[in-house]
Structures are given as C-alpha cells and as structure tokens.
C-alpha cells in the first residue's frame, strides 16, 4: 500500500486535549481538513470500548479513503479490522506483530536514534516515526528531544536502506513550525515525508480549520527558506563583485534592525547601525516583536546579559519574526560558559529558525554540539581548532541549520553549508572595544533584511564594509588607541556608506 504520511493525525482522549468532544466527530473535522493518516492512540481505555471506538473511527477513515493504525494494541487493530499498527520501542515486537497481522497490514515504528531505525528498517516496517522533535506537554516520558539536527541525522543513516522507507517527524509540531521542521530536517538525501500531529490538531478550537492550514503550510517551503543557486567555480572572487551593489542597497533602503542586545554594548551598537544608514530599534521586550516585526526588519537575539526573563522574551521575538519570514540572527554570547547559558541555547536553538548563528569558536562549538543524536561530536575535538577545522565546523552547522554560519576570530568563516569564506580584514584595536563584535550581528541584521536572495553574500558585504572601515579608522593619523578609535570607526563606516550613494566602489578595490 502506499502511504500518503504528509499529515499524520494521532489521537488523544485525555480531557486536556480533547475537551469534551467526541473523539469520532473530531477526526472526522480533520480528516475534512485534508489529513492523510490517523492513528487512534489511548492509554488508558478498556478493551472492549477501544475496538468499538476503533470500528466507529474506521467507518469514518475508510469514506475519506485514509488509513486507520492503532497504537500499541495489535488485538485491537485485528478485532477491528483496520490497516495496521504503530509499535513503540517498549511495544511488541515487528517480528511478533508481523506473524500475528494480515501481511498486507501497515507497520509503523518509533524511533529515537541511528540504531533504532535502522533496526527497524531491517526488521520491514512501513515507516518510522522519529522523534522526540521538540518537548511537548502531550507525552511528558519521552525519551531524548531531538530536534531537526537530530532528525536529519536518522534520515541520513536510512538513506542508504536499500528500499524506501516513509518517515515522519513527532513531538511538539505545531502550525508556527511545521515549515521550519521540514525544512531543517531535509538531509541531501532524504526529507521527512511528513509530521505527526496530536494536539495542534486534536485540541484545536477547529479541527477541520487547522488541518487545512497545516496541508497548506507543508506543501510550501518558509518565507525563510534559501532559493540560491550555489555557484560552482571561483566562488569568492564572484561573490565580492556583488558586494558594492549591496552595500547601496543597505546605504539608499535604510532597513531596520531590532536588537535584544546586552546592555553593556546597545549605546555602541546603535550608533553603528545609524552609521551605515540603517535604522537601529533596541527593544528586550519580546511583547513588543510582534507589532515590530510587521516593520520586516531583521531581529537580532543577543545573550550578552541573559537573566530569568530573557528567554521567554526572545521566544515571542523569534516565533514574531519567523513568522514573517524576516531574517532572525542569533549571537550566543558566551554560550559554553554556564550552565544557564548552555541551556538558554538549548531552549533557543528548538524554538525557532535562525538565518545567521554568529559567535565565536567557544560559542559555535558549543552550538553545535547541541544535539541528542551525535554524529561526530565537535566537542571531542582539540580546545583550540586549526583554520581547516574551523572552516569545517561552520560550514557543518550551517549544513546542519540550513542557515549561514558566521564563526568569529582573526580571521572569520562564512558558510552557507556548501560555500566557506575566509575574511582576513579588520584591525585589533575591534578587539580592544566592547560591543564591536556584537555590532557586527545588527550590521548583518541590516544586510540580510536589505538584500535577501544570498544570505551569504549579505552577511560577507556587511562583513567587509565593517571590517575595511576598521582598517581605514586605524590608519589615520590622529588614532592613538581604541578611544580615538572608536569615532573615527563610526565616521569611517559612514565614509563607505556615502561613497556607495556616490556609486563609488573605490572603498573595495584591492581589499578584500
Ligand atoms: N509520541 P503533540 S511525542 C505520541 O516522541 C507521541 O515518540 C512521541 O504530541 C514520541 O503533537 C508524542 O501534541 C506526542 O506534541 C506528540
Ligand atoms: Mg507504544
């Protein structure tokens, strides 16, 4: 049988979740609203009424030609004549489950890790559903939150199977971050073939209006999602021809840029901004992002000076700005170096998509060793990487995330999965000033909301800009040290920006 699995409805009897309502009535509303699989999962009922409830969904599935699986209960499944099960690891086994079921009966599996579903896969089941994806309230004993990066991995360790088998993502999949599950988790070789859904749905004031929303948001990528064409040869030389263009586009369009930045750095950062010719908004209050995000600027989460709110207040940000599809930027400062922070990033890297993760080696590598399921830990590595590994750790996250990776140092890494950049500019007197690493992700920022159709050759132009003003700065003559600096930076970056207005690219020429 081939099985539709795009939207999988699995569902919930619990009070919390079904409010009352008549189980039967609710899958009807969403199989109305275009769901392609149900499977009728209870814990707790009796026997005797889970196959009457089971005939009864039945009924109901088979005039929508949609498949029916119970969980856990092969009896059930039998008594009631529907077209398969979804086992857990905890449940019978395939091999049991196979002697006892009609061979044409379909077959699911849970799986939360590489030897799992390979297993499983080995053993014949008809799909797998993988998960923890992200913590939910529905199934508090789950076993380990995997995330996308995690999922990706499990898809990438069954490519290779030899027969095809369906996988679907579970745990925590919501309307605000379908797109983003099935976007982060496709793998070179394999994508998820759909999501599990339990409350999004099932608790839904409107089943049937959820399910709609759901088959539209999985049959269309998110605003976010990059459409570049990677070019093949002589790729840097390539992309820094276009960076004057888009260093006018940030001059003439003055985008917005709304910081959560610390407070040690907002004052430097803000000036900064207005010095290319963009405008800076510097607002913690995540209340605030959803009426600030319909400005589609870019928002910057900066962890400077993290505290018990700040999380809560980046989550509304974040999901605000996704949802628009605006450019988010995550700078995890100083990410390895408490516990607090370590699961600030944790929390941060489920909750949303971000465009560009900016920090520096301890931040990345802390950022990447963030997933439950490991492939080849970063964290296993030597304290400090050589340029080849540092090259490879960007471009692996950003493989990973989808997004650009920007890795921070005397020499920067810029990648976008496929493409690695090497930027040698800039001056240390940036090292000796507080906030001007922080400016570069509100620069980016401004750069990703002005010219959105390469994120790498936007993050790389604003990159450049900053980094030749530095140099320009530190070269005058009345530069004694960081504090007269600093003025000359700010005046230098609005040197550039003006030259650009002029359409002269003079600033560039040689220096990159
Ligand atoms: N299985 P919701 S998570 C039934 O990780 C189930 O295997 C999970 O509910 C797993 O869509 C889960 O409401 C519940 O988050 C998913
Ligand atoms: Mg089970």
New binding site residues.
Partial sequence: MHLNLSLYL?T?STPA?LKGRDLCTVVEEALKGGVTIVQY?DKKCDTGLMIETAKKLHKITQAYGVPLLI?DRVDVALAAGVEGVHL?QDDMNITEAKKLLPTDAVIGI?A?SIEEAQRAVAEGADYL?V????A????KD??SIIGTAGTKIILEAIADAGRPVGVVS?????LSNVQRVLYQSQSAKKGLDGV?????I??AEDPREAAAKFVKRINSPPSFASTVQVPRDNEAALLVQEVPGIVRKVATRHPLVHNMINYVVANFVANVVLSIGASPIMSPYGDEAADLALNDGALVINMGTLNSDSVSHYTKAIKAYNERGNPVIYDPVGAAATQIRRSAVTQLMSVGYFDLIKGNEGEIRQVSGNSAVRQRGVDSGPSTLNSLEKATLARDLARRERNIVLLTGAVDYLSDGERVIAVENGHEYLGQVTGTGCAIGAISGCFLTAHRSDKLAAVLSGLLMYEIAAENAAAKDYVRGPGSFVPAFLDELYAIRQAAVRNDDSWLSGRA
């Fill in positions: 699995v919930d979740i999962r969980n857990g849970t939360s559903g998960g923890t994806m992200f939910t309230p529905t199934k789950t076993k579970i745990g925590g999949i919501n599990a859904v339990v409350s999004a099932i608790a």
